[in-house]
């Protein structure tokens, strides 16, 4: 009877490992195959940037779904633009934003300026994925015909963006009409435009996500 029972218990042992073994042969190479996660870059809707806003100098600006519906009027009235995008607190962004300001100023009724806190995503929709914005301070001009006038990626001088103000409104005497001409910092490149000096220091990268006119 001892034996009997020994004989089946070794039987049910052996028969319960090869019941493992088959399962484990089924599962196949997926269970140790490490899963494949994408990155996402950084910008103010929250959605993957590409570029920089120097990339797209020349090119027209076409807005899209969730752009700010004065920024869509500014287009689709052929006036003149100034988009800067922005964080509360930084010199450089404090500087640039001053600079554009004060040019708001000097050129009222002939250009429209839009001021974008880079961290309010809600107001400047896709604007940002539009225009490649993915640091601050950024400003990016646009002229009569929609496409981009000038941008710079970082910081800038009054000097350059009057200049570049000029270009897109053709109303500045002595103005170039150059379209090309950009300043970006950080180890990126920097193209001189005629007649204008710009320089860039000290890019920031932040997140953000939202407009400010």
Avoid at 120 to 135: A, N, R
Avoid at 199 to 204: A, D, F, P, Y
């Amino acid at each position: 009877m001892t034996k009997i029972l020994k004989l089946t218990a070794t039987v049910l042992i052996v028969a319960l490992v090869a019941f493992i073994f088959t399962g484990c042969g089924d599962s196949g190479a997926p269970a140790t195959t490490p899963t494949k996660t994408s990155k996402t870059s950084k910008s103010g809707s929250g959605s993957a940037s590409t570029g920089k806003p120097e990339d797209l100098i020349g090119q027209v600006i076409t807005p899209g779904e969730l752009s700010p519906k004065d920024f869509k009027s500014s287009i689709e009235s052929r006036r003149p633009i100034v988009v800067t995008f922005y964080i509360s607190g930084p010199y450089d962004d404090n500087q640039v934003r001053s600079s554009v300001m004060s040019l708001q100023n000097k050129f009222r009724g002939q250009v429209d300026f839009y001021d974008y806190l880079y961290t309010d995503g809600q107001k400047f929709g896709d604007l940002s994925i539009i225009l490649k914005v993915s640091t601050t301070p950024t400003v990016v001009i646009i002229n009569k015909e929609a496409q981009v006038q000038r941008a710079w990626s970082g910081f800038v001088d009054s000097k350059s963006i009057e200049q570049g103000i000029c270009e897109a409104t053709g109303s500045c005497s002595g103005s170039s009409s150059s379209s090309s001409g950009s300043s970006n910092s950080g180890g990126g490149t920097s193209t001189n435009t005629t007649g204008s000096s710009g320089t860039s220091t000290g890019i920031r990268t932040e997140s953000g996500t939202g407009t400010v006119r």
